[in-house]
Protein backbone atom coordinates (compact mmCIF):
# COMPACT_ATOMS: atom_id res chain seq x y z
CA UNK A 1 0.00 0.00 0.00
CA UNK A 2 1.20 3.30 -0.85
CA UNK A 3 1.78 5.74 1.67
CA UNK A 4 -0.20 9.29 1.22
CA UNK A 5 0.92 12.66 1.50
CA UNK A 6 0.42 13.23 4.75
CA UNK A 7 2.22 9.91 5.89
CA UNK A 8 5.48 11.06 3.74
CA UNK A 9 5.22 14.35 5.30
CA UNK A 10 4.72 13.18 8.49
CA UNK A 11 7.94 10.76 7.86
CA UNK A 12 10.31 13.30 6.51
CA UNK A 13 9.67 15.91 9.59
CA UNK A 14 10.32 13.00 11.91
CA UNK A 15 13.30 11.83 9.43
CA UNK A 16 14.50 15.56 8.88
CA UNK A 17 14.57 16.41 12.99
CA UNK A 18 17.03 13.71 13.64
CA UNK A 19 19.06 14.69 10.80
CA UNK A 20 20.42 17.72 10.54
CA UNK A 21 22.14 17.62 6.83
CA UNK A 22 18.55 17.02 5.35
CA UNK A 23 16.71 19.67 7.65
CA UNK A 24 19.28 21.86 6.16
CA UNK A 25 18.72 20.97 2.68
CA UNK A 26 15.03 21.19 3.18
CA UNK A 27 15.13 24.79 4.39
CA UNK A 28 17.56 25.88 1.61
CA UNK A 29 14.65 25.06 -0.69
CA UNK A 30 12.50 27.91 1.06
CA UNK A 31 15.37 30.53 -0.99
CA UNK A 32 15.31 29.26 -4.17
CA UNK A 33 13.66 30.66 -7.23
CA UNK A 34 11.46 27.77 -7.74
CA UNK A 35 10.72 26.53 -3.76
CA UNK A 36 8.10 24.50 -3.57
CA UNK A 37 9.32 22.32 -7.06
CA UNK A 38 12.92 21.85 -5.81
CA UNK A 39 11.21 21.08 -1.96
CA UNK A 40 9.11 18.03 -4.13
CA UNK A 41 12.52 17.10 -6.07
CA UNK A 42 14.87 17.22 -3.05
CA UNK A 43 12.56 14.81 -1.68
CA UNK A 44 11.74 12.45 -3.95
CA UNK A 45 15.65 12.49 -4.31
CA UNK A 46 15.45 11.31 -1.16
CA UNK A 47 13.05 8.36 -1.75
CA UNK A 48 9.57 10.42 -0.01
CA UNK A 49 7.01 10.34 -2.31
CA UNK A 50 5.73 14.22 -2.30
CA UNK A 51 4.59 15.76 -5.81
CA UNK A 52 3.49 19.22 -6.29
CA UNK A 53 0.07 18.78 -7.12
CA UNK A 54 -0.72 16.37 -4.47
CA UNK A 55 1.28 18.84 -2.13
CA UNK A 56 -1.33 21.62 -2.80
CA UNK A 57 -4.23 19.53 -2.97
CA UNK A 58 -3.86 18.14 0.96
CA UNK A 59 -4.69 21.06 2.34
CA UNK A 60 -7.72 21.98 0.51
CA UNK A 61 -9.13 18.55 0.53
CA UNK A 62 -8.73 18.93 4.43
CA UNK A 63 -10.39 22.68 4.20
CA UNK A 64 -12.93 21.23 1.78
CA UNK A 65 -14.37 18.00 4.23
CA UNK A 66 -14.40 20.50 7.39
CA UNK A 67 -16.43 22.45 4.78
CA UNK A 68 -18.39 19.92 3.89
CA UNK A 69 -19.04 18.52 7.70
CA UNK A 70 -20.50 21.97 8.92
CA UNK A 71 -24.11 21.01 6.70
CA UNK A 72 -23.50 24.35 5.08
CA UNK A 73 -23.29 26.42 8.66
CA UNK A 74 -19.25 26.89 7.46
CA UNK A 75 -19.28 29.50 4.84
CA UNK A 76 -15.87 30.65 5.11
CA UNK A 77 -12.53 28.64 4.10
CA UNK A 78 -10.38 28.37 7.46
CA UNK A 79 -7.39 30.14 6.99
CA UNK A 80 -4.11 28.62 7.20
CA UNK A 81 -5.80 24.93 6.47
CA UNK A 82 -5.17 24.89 3.02
CA UNK A 83 -0.83 25.19 2.89
CA UNK A 84 0.52 21.68 4.27
CA UNK A 85 4.12 22.88 2.43
CA UNK A 86 3.79 26.50 5.03
CA UNK A 87 2.54 24.09 7.87
CA UNK A 88 5.33 21.84 7.09
CA UNK A 89 7.79 23.78 7.19
CA UNK A 90 6.75 25.99 10.59
CA UNK A 91 6.65 22.65 12.41
CA UNK A 92 10.73 21.88 10.76
CA UNK A 93 11.92 25.23 11.80
CA UNK A 94 10.46 25.47 15.90
CA UNK A 95 12.24 21.55 16.16
Known amino acids: ?3 TIEQELDRLLKDAKANQELKSQ ?3 TKHSD ?3 EDFCNLCQKY ?3 IKIGELFAVG ?3 NDAKL ?3 NGGGV ?3 DGWDDAYEQFFLTLEWT
Open 76 to 78: NAI
Open 1 to 3: MQN
Open 47 to 49: GYD
Open 68 to 70: RSV
Open 26 to 28: LIA
Open 60 to 62: QDA
Open 34 to 36: NPV
